[in-house]
């Protein structure tokens, strides 16, 4: 195909090379094919067996632990998981950008900016689940705060599963920042303080956000780190120092019960976390999208 | 502010090295009792009987997840070409948004759709495969389980899809277009191309990708806990039921709370899933890394952050 349109044209391709070519082309395009498939039936197998479930109640009442009879919706996992969820970024954001702040601005090529980078690094490779035993044995088992299972438990395991991705994401975009603004900031006699709290930390916000709502998006669907830190309950609260629900939390409990019932509660459930965490992701990929048309960072 | 700045970060590490202590010393117990290596090498785990040698939970999270990066590096490296090279204009951008996606559904839904989609739909073509195939190293005939190792790597292998083709795309765009051109101009065709000038150059990115996946693979819990039978016993083939390192402590740890003995080996089973994690990403970071170095982009390693 390409030795066609070149004016001296070359010795033409033999049929057992173009063979493979076409055999490798369609190979590819087979894959992304199978690559695709399962989205498409996770998504199709949702809605269809999810949908169903949803309805006012669904939304309004709290799952009343009943095997037999009215089973209750999931607003205590859904108030749950926002609630966890919330407090865990509020704790993880500042505290991440304040690394990658570190790390950029003052930090450099330092002994202790490498270690901090290559350590961070290290807690994006955890698993999700060991998070959940260390505050397990920190928090719950000390009974520190005067509870043993509570909400913000569950908020700090997800805080440090966010806390590499923000810190990563943040310092990135914070390396995108061109040295000529901080540079002109600094002749202009302002502070260095000044210069990363007024200069710096405005031009790399939208990346910063796009990486703080991803953190989220990715928070908000683990299951194993609240299993023993917030567990499972049936009441909603709003009181982060009692044990707290949550919706994978309910969608993993309900979906190997041998009652049809529960099962499409767990359906419904994950068509709402999908959905949450839909938005969040799409909100991210806008603002990204949004600043990168305008040249920023 | 600087002062400030850099006592959050060394918090950091303080924290980090408290983590490690502090399951050290409640994992240490069942180091006492049984030896390390009788912990992680013996093939006994027996709850009833206080016995807690970790070796099936230790193989059965290696070949799920052997199986995750043999199913899904080839499929996210292909993916991956295809959008670098093969993919019409149009169609990029939404394939490659509808890929990402993949990686913003919770593993407890991967788990409840593999419960209820995949093990039912997948057990006659495994039970096929299994007597049609028997003679292949780890399968085996006799009936196949509905959870088993194969399920659970093949729900694994669709959750790193994601981040490993991601890595790879981003190597891949690395690649020179003066040597694809230099391909192309010698008469190579598009497939030549791609195996003589863009592979060789990009593989040490799309190894220490796959590395990153693999990491994912052995340290995910929910969807693998759903599938994988639940059984301590080494299986004999990859049809067989069996348990992973992170589905024990999902499982077990609410009527460990009270035994000693079962917590700390629990714990123990988290800290070598942590050794384990800890390891293979750190040989992914240094490849991706090299393959960075030699590529000159920065921001291949953070590809994979947000996924």
């Known amino acids: 195909m390409e030795s066609a349109s070149l004016p001296s044209p070359l010795p033409p391709v033999s049929a057992r090379r173009r063979r493979a070519d076409r055999l490798a082309r369609s190979l590819l395009w087979t894959a992304t094919g199978v690559a695709i498939v399962p989205l498409v039936l996770i998504v199709f197998y949702i809605l269809s067996k999810g949908l169903g479930a949803l309805s006012l109640e669904f939304f309004t009442t709290d799952p009343t632990g009943n095997f037999f009879g009215d089973q209750g919706g999931v607003k205590s996992a859904i108030l749950g998981t926002i609630e966890i969820v919330g407090f865990a970024a509020l704790v993880a954001v500042p505290l991440g950008v ?15 900016a490498r270690s901090v980078r290559f350590f961070v690094d290290v807690m994006t490779g955890v698993p999700s689940i060991v998070f959940g035993l260390f505050i397990y044995l920190t928090l719950v088992l000390g009974g520190f705060g005067g509870s043993s299972f509570a909400g913000w438990k569950g908020s700090a395991a997800l805080a440090l599963l966010m806390l590499p991705i923000v810190t990563r994401s943040a310092e990135v975009v914070l390396q995108l920042v061109p040295n000529s603004l901080r540079e002109a900031a600094l002749a202009l006699g302002a502070p260095r303080w000044k210069v990363t709290a007024r200069v710096v930390l405005p031009s790399a916000a939208s990346g910063i956000v796009t990486g703080s709502l991803l953190a989220i998006a990715r928070a908000a669907g683990e299951t194993a780190p609240l299993l023993f830190t917030a567990t ?35 359906w419904g459930a994950a068509v709402t976390l999908v959905a949450m965490i839909l938005i969040v992701t799409l909100i991210a990929k806008l603002i990204q999208r949004r600043s990168r048309v305008q040249g920023a960072p | 502010m600087r002062v400030g700045l850099t006592a959050v970060s060394a918090a950091i590490l303080v924290l980090l090295a408290y983590f490690f202590v502090k399951l050290t010393i409640e994992a240490k117990p069942v180091f006492e009792r049984f030896g390390v290596f009788g912990f992680v090498f013996d093939n006994n785990w027996d709850v009833s009987k206080g016995i807690y040698g970790a070796l099936p939970l230790v193989v059965g999270t290696l070949v799920t997840a052997a199986l995750a990066l043999l199913i899904g590096v080839p499929v996210a490296v292909s993916v991956a070409l295809f959008l670098t090279e093969l993919c019409p204009r149009r169609l990029r951008g939404s394939l490659t948004v509808v890929v990402d996606l993949l990686a913003a559904v919770p593993s407890v839904v991967y788990g409840l759709w593999a419960f209820f989609f995949l093990i039912p739909k997948l057990k006659p073509a495994e039970q096929w495969f299994a007597d049609a195939f028997h003679f292949i190293p780890f399968v085996a005939t006799g009936n196949v389980a509905g959870p088993n190792y194969f399920i659970a790597g093949l729900i694994l292998a669709i959750m790193i899809l994601p981040i490993v083709s991601a890595i790879s795309r981003e190597v891949l765009s690395t690649v020179p277009p003066d040597q694809k051109e230099a391909a192309l101009a010698l008469g190579a065709t598009r497939w030549e191309m791609i195996r003589m000038s863009m592979l060789p150059y990009a593989r040490r990115g799309i190894v220490g990708g796959s590395m990153l996946g693999l990491g994912r693979a052995i340290g995910e819990t929910i969807a693998v806990t759903i599938v994988i039978g639940d059984n301590p016993i080494l299986g004999h083939s990859i049809f067989d039921q069996g348990y992973t390192l992170a589905a024990v402590i999902a499982n077990e740890f609410n009527e460990a709370a009270s035994d000693p003995i079962h917590r700390a080996a629990l714990i123990g089973a988290g800290l070598v899933l942590f050794v384990l994690t800890l390891l293979v990403n750190s040989i992914a970071r240094l490849m991706v890394l090299r393959s960075e170095r030699q590529g000159a982009q920065p921001t291949v390693a953070a590809a994979g952050e947000g996924l």
């Open chain 1, 98 to 112: 304040a690394v990658a702040l570190y790390l950029t601005e003052y930090g450099g090529n330092g002994r202790l």
């Open chain 1, 232 to 266: 499972i309950v049936k009441a909603t609260t709003f009181d982060l120092n009692e044990p707290m629900n949550s919706l994978p939390a309910q969608i993993f409990q309900d979906l190997k019960q041998p009652n049809d019932e529960l099962v499409q509660r767990a």
